[in-house]
């Protein structure tokens, strides 16, 4: 079973600070890698992809990969009251039968406070 | 528009009954998937499809059935062998075979079982 733990919440920053989500994975195949956010009682939105090492930037958003340690992270810069939300990691599957299956953490929960 | 179409938003049935949840997508996807969320979880993986006419189970597929006839099309049925089907049930979908595996949600269906 591929595993995929998120750093346990909630996470409380006040409006204005850098928000930072982190999430390791065991499969070290995977090559693609997935924010998802998700809003109380809504689905699951997905914000950010990548499947380089390095950073990726989107806004006030910066997807962070390191496949050597199995590591990926989200920044949020500026943080806003509307960023509070559960943010999901996502993790692919690039074995066989479960080609392209995501593997999803429990996620983390953030709440941004005025 | 395009997008993934879930219906009913909510859902209420009397235990001993089956149900069964509708997806439609028209975003021309190969693949779709049914997750199950439960209050403070993650999303665990009932069946997926990567093409018609053909499914595989996922994670906990038991009590539930599916049916891939049209590549629109994804409906979810589930069954009075269903021991806990309260929860919130997401859609999603993707291309396959592009390798990035970007999944899209529908809006979900709350079904609540009593």
């Known amino acids: 079973q591929k595993e995929v733990e998120q750093n346990s919440g909630p996470l409380s920053v006040p409006e204005g600070a850098i928000a930072s989500l982190n999430c390791t994975y065991s499969?070290?195949?995977?090559?693609?890698f997935f924010w998802y956010r998700q809003y109380s009682g809504k689905s699951p939105e997905l914000i950010m992809s990548?499947?380089?090492?390095g950073d990726k930037e989107d806004g006030r958003f910066t997807a962070q990969l390191n496949k050597a340690s199995q590591y990926v992270s989200l920044l949020i810069r500026d943080s806003q009251p509307s960023d509070s939300a559960t943010y999901l990691c996502?993790?692919?599957?690039?074995?066989?039968?479960?080609?392209?299956?995501?593997?999803f953490g429990r996620g983390t929960q953030l709440t941004v406070w005025p | 528009d395009g997008g993934i179409t879930q219906s009913p938003k909510y859902l209420f049935r009397k235990e001993g009954q089956n149900v069964t949840l509708s997806c439609e997508q028209n975003?021309?996807?190969?693949?779709m998937y049914w997750y199950r969320q439960d209050p403070g979880q993650g999303l665990r993986l009932i069946y997926y499809?990567?093409?018609?006419?053909?499914?595989q189970k996922g994670d906990i597929a038991e009590g539930y059935s599916v049916s891939r006839e049209k590549k629109e099309s994804f409906p979810l049925t589930v069954t009075s062998a269903q021991k806990n089907p309260t929860a919130f049930y997401l859609c999603?979908?993707?291309?396959?075979?592009?390798?990035?595996?970007?999944?899209?949600f529908g809006p979900g269906t709350r079904l609540t079982v009593t």
């Open positions: 999603a979908s993707s291309r396959f075979g592009d390798s990035s595996y970007e999944q899209y």
């Open positions: 499969d070290r195949v995977s090559q693609s």
């Open positions: 990548i499947y380089s090492n």
């Open positions: 996502a993790v692919n599957s690039d074995r066989g039968s479960t080609l392209g299956r995501l593997y």
């Open positions: 975003l021309n996807h190969d693949a």
């Open positions: 499809s990567q093409i018609v006419n053909d499914f």
